[in-house]
Nanobody, 123 residues
Framework: QLQASGGGLVQAGGSLRLSCAAS????????MGWFRQAQGKEREFVAA????????YYADSVKGRFTISRDNAKNTVYLQMNSLKPEDTAVYYC??????????????????WGQGTLVTVSS
């Protein structure tokens, strides 16, 4: 199970940190990531980190503003979001997969999804 938290309302230019706690005993063997879905739009890739945390991937729209990290001892993955923009408003989903997740990963191919946490950025 994936339990995401940390969403909320923030002004443009502000920051939020999302957390995703995993249970089930396979966290350290899973590649982890975040997708998001804005109202009326399809789900899109945001960021991902490999199981060893050696490599990270970002969507062009968030590169330089968002940072993904993981703590395998705490079974938790984080998404630090800085310089938030109104267009970042979306429901953010934590995901896990046995294969590497990157910008080319089709959402329908991802193994596990969390319940989502809403991020709203006001202008």
């Amino acid at each position: 199970q994936l339990q995401a938290s940390g969403g909320g309302l923030v002004q443009a230019g502000g920051s939020l940190r999302l957390s995703c706690a995993a249970s089930g005993g396979t966290f350290s063997r899973s590649h982890m990531g975040w997708f998001r879905q804005a109202q009326g739009k399809e789900r899109e890739f945001v960021a991902a980190v490999t199981r060893s945390a050696s490599t990270t991937y970002y969507a062009d729209s968030v590169k330089g503003r968002f940072t993904i990290s993981r703590d395998n001892a705490k079974n938790t993955v984080y998404l630090q979001m800085n310089s938030l923009k109104p267009e970042d408003t979306a429901v953010y989903y934590c995901v896990a997969d046995g294969n590497v997740i990157d910008r080319y990963t089709f959402p329908g191919r991802v193994d596990y999804w969390g319940q989502g946490t809403l991020v709203t950025v006001s202008s």
